[in-house]
Every structure is written in C-alpha cells, then in structure tokens.
Nanobody, 115 residues
C-alpha cells in the first residue's frame, strides 16, 4: 500500500535550520509531483512547496521563499525540505503529500521554533 513517512521534525531556535525527510513507498515515486504542507494550531493546512517529478521545477509559498528548499532523490524515493532561517511562525505540523489520482498524506512531523 502507499505510505509516506515524515521525519526530521523537532525543536529549533529562531534563525536555525532543520531538514525534513519524507520516505515514500507503494507507488512509482519518480512519476509524481510531491508537496510539503503545514498546519499550525487553529489554522488551515497550507502549501509550503512542491516539486516536479524530475525535480527540475519547484514552487514555494511566499512566506518561505528564499529560506526553504524542496528537493527529491528519486533513487531513494525520498523528498526533503531544508528549512533555514526559521521563524516562530514556521511552527506547525509538516506533512508530505503525493498527488496521485487521489492525494496521499503522511502522518506529519512537528516543527517547533522557539527560544
């Protein structure tokens, strides 16, 4: 079955860095757009970034442009989110999503930005 497993979340100080990973299985990873979303308490889930199947095209939310980088390794069936210069407002549960005929979601990983 299709599985997406996020890892790499945790507590980080403002201005710090964190790298999230999402390991995918159960489908042909290299054929699909992969996305990172986040949901903060009391807010709707929002798109953070997405990446084309081959990795050549990326798209970012304005709030993270210049700070976050999405990438993928199709040999490892893994998508990454490098988070630099993090801010308290980046605190959220981060989810990866695979857009197949239906959307598949991971269980999420908590990122907390606090001093």
């Amino acid at each position: 079955q299709i599985q997406l497993v996020e890892s790499g979340g945790g507590l980080v100080q403002p201005g710090g860095s964190l790298r999230l990973s999402c390991a995918a299985s159960g489908f042909t990873f290299s054929r699909y757009v992969m996305s990172w979303y986040r949901q903060a308490p009391g807010k709707e889930r929002e798109l953070v970034a997405d990446i084309s199947p081959g990795g050549g095209r990326t798209n970012y939310a304005d709030s993270v442009k210049g700070r976050f980088t999405i990438s993928r390794d199709n040999a490892k069936n893994t998508v990454y989110l490098q988070m630099n210069s993090v801010k308290p407002e980046d605190t959220a549960v981060y989810y990866c999503m695979a857009k197949l005929i239906v959307n598949y979601w991971g269980q999420g990983t908590q990122v907390t930005v606090s001093s």
